[in-house]
């Protein structure tokens, strides 16, 4: 059983940036295509980007386009989301996802992080 673990959260001022990683252990990103989302307090949770088994491509949600960028590193078995200009309404708990496939599709998602928090003050 794959396990997720993500990092790099924080208190940011509006128009920061914060990079986030997600590092698994006891199995592999490798072949999976990988995801992250968001929730925010009231809301359910939802996709904010996701990238194929080989980086080659990507989805991002409309609100994040030009100000996050998801990559990974196979060979370190860690996906990133590298998040700049952020708002306050990007303020959520985001959580790292592995696909059961390895294309772009949005609800065979089977392996969760715990989460990190990411707050983002005007």
């Known amino acids: 059983q794959v396990q997720l673990v993500e990092s790099g959260g924080g208190l940011v001022q509006a128009g920061g940036s914060l990079r986030l990683s997600c590092a698994a252990s006891?199995?592999?990103?490798?072949?999976?295509?990988m995801g992250w989302f968001r929730q925010a307090p009231g809301k359910e949770r939802a996709v904010v980007a996701t990238?194929?088994?080989?980086?080659?491509?990507?989805y991002y949600v409309d609100s994040v386009k030009g100000r996050f960028t998801i990559s990974r590193d196979n060979a370190k078995n860690t996906v990133y989301l590298q998040m700049n200009n952020l708002k306050p309404e990007d303020t959520a708990i985001y959580y790292c996802?592995?696909?059961?496939?390895?294309?772009?599709?949005?609800?065979?998602?089977?392996?969760w992080g715990q989460g990190t928090q990411v707050t983002v003050s005007s």
């Open positions: 006891g199995g592999t990103v490798s072949g999976y295509a």
């Open positions: 990238i194929n088994w080989s980086g080659g491509a990507t």
């Open positions: 996802a592995r696909n059961r496939v390895g294309y772009i599709a949005f609800n065979s998602f089977n392996s």
